[in-house]
């Protein structure tokens, strides 16, 4: 089966760092996504990577502070969260598909809270 694990949440205060990790099983995927949800919003993208050549998405307010990135196998994809704010709240997701119009995967989601 193709499944998306991801790991890291927690607690930070503000001004804190979080880095969160999505494994990958049954497949190997091209790119990699993390979206987050904060409660009564919807879903957004923050961050992306093509596990290929490396190039990489950024949400405008997360740009600077946040750094998406690889294990050279391209299996695991981190999130390293730094200068966070309590609006970075919510539960972030990965994602990922296999080709251009396949629904994808998305892992169950870790839960970041910054106060």
């Known amino acids: 089966d193709v499944q998306l694990v991801e790991s890291g949440g927690g607690s930070a205060l503000a001004g804190g760092s979080v880095r969160l990790s999505c494994a990958a099983s049954?497949?190997?995927?091209?790119?990699y996504s993390w979206f987050r949800q904060a409660p009564g919003q919807e879903r957004e993208g923050v961050a992306a990577i093509d596990t290929g050549d490396g190039s990489t998405y950024y949400l405008n307010s997360v740009e600077g502070r946040f750094t998406i990135s690889q294990d050279p196998a391209g299996k695991t994809v981190f999130l390293q969260m730094n200068s966070l704010r309590p609006d970075d709240t919510g539960m972030y997701y990965c994602y990922s598909r296999r080709w251009l119009g396949d629904t994808g995967f998305w892992g169950q989601g870790t839960q970041v809270t910054v106060s």
């Open positions: 049954g497949y190997t995927f091209n790119t």
